[in-house]
């Protein structure tokens, strides 16, 4: 009877934990226009890092703003604490449970503090990465800056940087949960919908082994 009490609680501690996907790949990998279509589908809560940093820096008042601006002209990442408080306070504020996080961990620094402050809280259910070479993700970014994207690092000399830090930083971070068996990797050179044609089927299987 005990036993079977434990193992009751424990399924509603389970279903309670909010369930998350980080999503990582380079500057204009894709990341953004996927994650409205899983959103779409699978009813997920899209929480862009980067868009909740920049969020924050355009705060009038906010104490992170110009320390947020700084790191993003120079296409550094800024400090875990901050990225971590942002991402915490948006979850929880949003009132639901299964969270695509877009654009984190990318790097060992923002891994050791997720890893510290948030993954005790979660269930990580796996990394989806969308692997897109270098060529291919500056002339998107370039195009969106030129449509007018209204960001302030989608020029040659931001995105230089940025991809020097993704190369250098992020892709160990992919790294190591691919040696935990637990990286999905896309293919995002292909068209939109041939892209989401693979993610769609990641989250299907995902739904199929009752994890969402």
């Not at 369930?19 to 589908?41: E, H, N, S, Y």
């Not at 002209?73 to 929880?92: F, H, N, Y």
């Not at 060992?108 to 993954?119: P, Y």
């Not at 990580?124 to 690092?153: H, I, K, M, Q």
Request: charged share 25%; aromatic share 8%.
């Amino acid at each position: 009877m005990v036993f079977g009490l434990r193992t009751i609680i424990q399924s509603i501690v389970t279903m309670a934990q909010p369930k998350v996907v980080f999503v990582l790949g380079g500057p204009g990998a894709g990341k953004g226009t996927q994650c409205q279509r899983i959103v779409k589908d699978f009813e997920f809560v899209h929480l862009s890092a980067g868009d909740l940093l920049r969020e924050e820096r355009a705060k009038p008042g906010s104490e992170y703003g110009e320390l947020i601006e700084s790191y993003i002209r120079d296409g550094k990442i800024v400090p875990v604490d901050i990225t971590c408080s942002l991402l915490e306070r948006a979850m929880q504020e949003s009132g639901k449970n299964k969270f695509l996080i877009d654009g984190f961990p990318r790097n060992q620094d923002n891994l050791d503090g997720w890893n510290r402050r948030v993954a005790s809280k979660v269930k990580l259910l796996f990394v989806l990465y969308f692997d897109c070479p270098l060529e291919v993700c500056t002339n998107r970014c370039l195009s969106r800056g030129a449509a007018g994207s209204g960001r302030s690092d989608d020029n040659i000399e931001s995105l230089h940087k940025r991809f020097n830090t993704y190369t250098s930083e992020t892709k160990p971070i992919i790294d190591y949960y691919r040696n935990l068996n637990l990286v999905q990797q896309i293919d995002a050179t292909k068209s939109a919908d041939d892209v989401y044609d693979a993610v769609k089927q990641a989250f299907l299987e995902l739904g199929a082994s009752g994890d969402i």
